[in-house]
């Protein structure tokens, strides 16, 4: 069984376009984060959420938005996607709001933007 | 902002052979951990280390964190193919977990 699920694992799309992307964790954990993989395989936080709550909010565009309907799920919508938004985005999940505490990841999507 | 360091950027070595990662910062951290990650795959917990000094063993895998907790090395003791991937080191800062830029490691049978 899958701990990390996220959907779609690649999106092709282009300039202009909405897409949303969906996770799901089924380890009962509490938080869940989205991350930003780029072409330099540097992983950085745009988003963290406790028990369906916004806790971290690092400096990602407006088009970005994150909801959380329960806390087993953590989706991302992107309004106006731009050539820069291309990456891999990771969702994860922790038992815990620590830094300290493990994170397990999902297998990523690819957004590819033309 | 607290920065942590990888080196080497990439390695790449022969199956058999030893290796040593570095995972450096000028700051503090009160535990670091170590990932590994394949390519089309997330990043997968390997180790987390806590107090100052202390060195953990996953098989052949080392890890050990600095005394002054500023720094973490992984040394891996006759490399597998298997061992292939990017390894990532992370740490707390500001309630935040931070990642380093990653090792690219290669092992060639």
């Known amino acids: 069984d899958t701990a990390v699920s996220q959907t779609p694992k690649y999106l092709v799309t282009q300039m202009g376009n909405d897409k949303s992307i969906k996770c799901e964790q089924n380890l009962g954990h509490d938080t869940m984060y989205w991350y930003k993989q780029d072409s330099k395989k540097f992983l950085k936080i745009m988003f963290s959420?406790?028990?369906?709550?916004?806790?971290i909010n690092e400096t990602v565009p407006n088009r970005f938005s994150p909801k959380s309907p329960d806390k087993a799920h953590l989706n991302l919508h992107i309004n106006s996607l731009e050539l820069g938004d291309s990456a891999v985005y990771f969702c994860?999940?922790?038992?815990?709001?620590?830094?300290?505490?493990?994170?397990?990841f999902g297998n990523g999507t690819r957004l590819t933007v033309t | 902002t607290q920065l942590l360091e990888q080196s080497p950027q990439f390695l790449s070595i022969q199956e058999g052979e030893n290796l040593t990662v570095y995972c450096n910062s000028s700051?503090?951290?009160?535990?670091l951990q170590w990932y590994r990650q394949e390519p089309g795959e997330g990043p997968v917990l390997l180790v987390t280390v806590v107090t100052g000094g202390e060195v953990k063993k996953l098989k052949r895998l080392t890890f050990q964190f600095g005394d002054a907790r500023k720094d973490s090395s992984l040394h891996i003791t006759a490399a597998q193919t298997g061992d292939t991937g990017l390894y990532l080191c992370a740490g707390g800062s500001q309630g935040n977990l931070i990642f380093g830029k990653g090792t690219k490691l290669s092992v060639k049978p």
């Open positions: 700051s503090v951290f009160s535990s």
């Open positions: 959420y406790n028990n369906k709550e916004l806790i």
């Open positions: 994860a999940s922790s038992q815990v709001n620590s830094y300290n505490s493990p994170l397990h």
